[in-house]
């Protein structure tokens, strides 16, 4: 059974930084893409940031561009989501989720997801 277990989230202040790992397991992690999403109370899940299995492109949302990046480590079945710079606006839940296939940003196209870690940033 595949799971995908996001650890790293917590409470900072605006400026700061946190680093989220994604550990997945049962699951040929280089034939996926690995991606990071979010979900602000009242608001809909969006898209963070991908790293491609294949060709091992990366996809950041606009919001996040600069900030943050991703980054994986195949050989421990691991992606990660470096985050600098936070703003208050980056406070959500955090959701770690695997594609077998391609860059897509819509969140219903990923086959497995994690349990989600919070993500808080103070002003």
């Known amino acids: 059974q595949v799971q995908l277990v996001e650890s790293g989230g917590g409470l900072v202040q605006a400026g700061g930084s946190l680093r989220l790992s994604c550990a997945a397991s049962?699951?040929?992690?280089?034939?996926?893409?690995m991606g990071w999403f979010r979900q602000a109370p009242g608001k809909e899940r969006e898209f963070v940031a991908q790293f491609t299995g294949s060709g091992g492109a990366t996809y950041y949302a606009d919001s996040v561009k600069g900030r943050f990046t991703i980054s994986r480590d195949n050989a421990k079945n691991t992606v990660y989501l470096q985050m600098d710079s936070l703003k208050p606006e980056d406070t959500a839940v955090y959701y770690c989720?695997?594609?077998?296939?391609?860059?897509?940003?819509?969140?219903?196209?990923?086959?497995?997801w994690g349990q989600g870690t919070q993500v808080t940033v103070s002003s």
């Open positions: 049962e699951l040929t992690f280089s034939h996926y893409t």
């Open positions: 989720a695997a594609r077998a296939g391609d860059y897509r940003p819509n969140p219903g196209e990923y086959d497995y």
